[in-house]
């Protein structure tokens, strides 16, 4: 037998306390991702603009699979660091 008595929790709190800031904070970081993502579009039109005009088809070819090796790259790491999250 024990001498300390057993009393009601009087504080009550969410399951999940954390859920809405974890929402906020997703919505967040999902919100400046998608901005940056324009911001890099639009600079990478606005620097290469002039330039197309002076690029031959071989340039333009190389630029657009440096492009696209760096998409994949991109979209790899993500995969493989947040994609076997539950």
Do not use: Q
């Amino acid at each position: 037998m024990s001498c300390v008595e057993v009393t009601e929790p009087t504080r009550r709190t969410c399951p999940l306390p954390t859920l809405g800031k974890l929402t906020r904070v997703k919505l967040h970081r999902a919100i400046v991702l998608v901005v940056m993502m324009l911001i890099a579009v639009g600079a990478f039109v606005l620097l290469t603009a002039a330039g197309i005009a002076n690029f031959d088809s071989h340039s333009l070819i190389a630029l657009m699979a440096v492009v696209v090796a760096a998409a994949i790259g991109g979209v790899a790491f993500s995969w493989k660091r947040y994609g076997r999250r539950p």
